[in-house]
Structures are given as C-alpha cells and as structure tokens.
C-alpha cells in the first residue's frame, strides 16, 4: 500500500508502484494499493527542502552566472546541449552523493500505529531480516519497465513497438 499526495511528481510513482503490486501477484486491482490524501508528513517536504537547499539553488546560481556572462544562451540548442552533455554526469552525481549520504542513511524515528521499522533507511534495505521484514523486491530492467508501463497503463511516452523491440518479447 502506497499513500500519496495529489503533487506532480507522484503520478510515475503510482504508476510505478501500482506495475509492481500487479505483477506481484498478491492484489486483484492493483490501483487499489494507491491511497491519495494531503501529506499529513512533513518526511517528504523535509526531503525536497533538503534538495532545494543543497542542490537546485546551487545549480541554479551556476546556471544564471553562466547565462549573466554571456556564456550561456537558453534560447540556443547547442548551448543546452552542450549543457546537458557537460552537467547532467555532475547533477547525477550529486544527487547520488545527496541519497547516500543525507537521506538514506539519516536515523528515522518511530511513530505511533505505523508497522513501518524506525532505523536507517539503508540499513533495513539491506538487512529486512533484522527488522522482521523480508525482501521482496525483483530485478527488472529500465527498458522492461519502460515498455510494460507504455503498453499497460498508458502513462509515460509512446514508445513505437518494433518487430526487434516490443513487450512481449522482453
């Protein structure tokens, strides 16, 4: 079960998480493991405040320097391009340094009627046992997922099914 704000950038979320229960075999509908609602958590505005802080202000004051200088023009193609080639490895690793060392390995703390464990988020990853919990999670590629989700749900971009590359054959 997955509870979820009405906010944009839970929509692939659901969908995703809705893929995974279906596929799991456990649930007759799998929309029935979503449960929309306000955010009665601030966990998830504490995690993108932290993102805000640490990341996009940064980038966006390297960005606006780049563009104030003269070095940078939006409105041309091979500038983003060539901003893209250069920043999108930096931006990745900073958001992979950002997951492993502020979020992920955090102390959550226990809340009142929740079965959720507190501890380090890594931690009961890693080790589900050691909290009463079991892992059940499955190895899936990008592409499969990209593909199943195209074709069940309707809900990422159209991806044009070829003879050499269609769902059914993943």
């Not at 009665?40 to 996009?56: A, G, I, P, V």
């Not at 960005?63 to 080639?85: I, T, V």
């Not at 959720?116 to 046992?129: K, R």
Request: with cysteine; charged share 25%.
């Amino acid at each position: 079960m997955m509870r979820l704000d009405r906010g944009t950038e839970t929509g692939t979320m659901a969908t995703i998480h809705a893929f995974l229960r279906r596929n799991h075999g456990d649930i007759d509908d799998p929309r029935d493991s979503i449960i929309y609602g306000p955010s009665t958590s601030y966990q998830t505005e504490r995690w993108w405040k932290e993102l805000h802080e640490r990341m996009e202000k940064y980038f966006k004051e390297q960005l606006n320097w780049l563009k104030d200088q003269g070095h940078y023009n939006p409105h041309s193609e091979r500038d983003r391009m060539l901003l893209a080639f250069l920043m999108i490895p930096v931006v990745q690793k900073r958001l992979d340094v950002f997951r492993t060392v502020v979020w992920t390995s955090h102390r959550t703390r226990a809340k009142k009627d929740t079965a959720l464990p507190d501890g380090v988020p890594d931690h009961i990853y890693s080790f589900p046992d050691m909290y009463g919990l079991e892992d059940c999670g499955m190895v899936m590629s990008h592409l499969y997922m990209l593909m199943h989700f195209t074709h069940m749900y309707s809900v990422l971009p159209c991806i044009h099914h070829t003879p050499e590359l269609h769902v059914g054959s993943l």
